[in-house]
């Protein structure tokens, strides 16, 4: 079991002593109170009989992924910037709001090419009758 773990609140990153604690239990951080898992060492023997099943309707996330620095929303493993607030996983960094422009339609080509179609009509109209 490893002898201390990280706080996994990216915000605070405090190392919490795990003494006393099995792999699988939860720590509390004494800073922030974020709840953390004990993990095993690298290299070591672990039981999976000490992890605890979910309870019904809870969610369990993948351990790969990540969460949002800046509002803590779940993300993919692949993700570097989050679709809730646009910050940049890497550096927490806000992104400024991407304007997006709506083309302009231009009524005069269309206009153009209706008196064509009409003035090829009407002289259509007056050579056959």
């Known amino acids: 079991m490893a ?5 996994s609140n990216p915000k605070c990153m405090t190392l919490i002593s795990t003494e006393g604690k099995e792999v699988g239990e ?3 951080c004494p800073k922030c109170g974020t709840p953390n898992t004990v993990l095993a060492e690298f290299g070591s023997v672990f039981d999976i009989s000490t992890i605890k099943e979910p309870e019904e309707g809870q969610k369990v996330f993948h351990p790969a992924r990540q969460t949002c620095p800046n509002c803590g929303a ?3 493993v692949r993700a570097t910037i989050c679709p809730k607030c646009r910050a940049d996983i890497r ?3 806000v992104a400024a709001p991407v304007l997006v ?3 302009k339609r231009r009524i005069v080509p269309l206009l153009l090419a209706l008196l064509v179609v009409a003035a ?3 002289l259509l109209f007056r050579f056959v009758f």
């Open 101 to 103: 422009r709506k083309k």
């Open 3 to 7: 002898k201390t773990v990280t706080c």
């Open 74 to 76: 779940v993300l993919g």
């Open 91 to 93: 550096t927490g960094a």
């Open 26 to 28: 939860t720590v509390e």
């Open 120 to 122: 090829i009509v009407v």
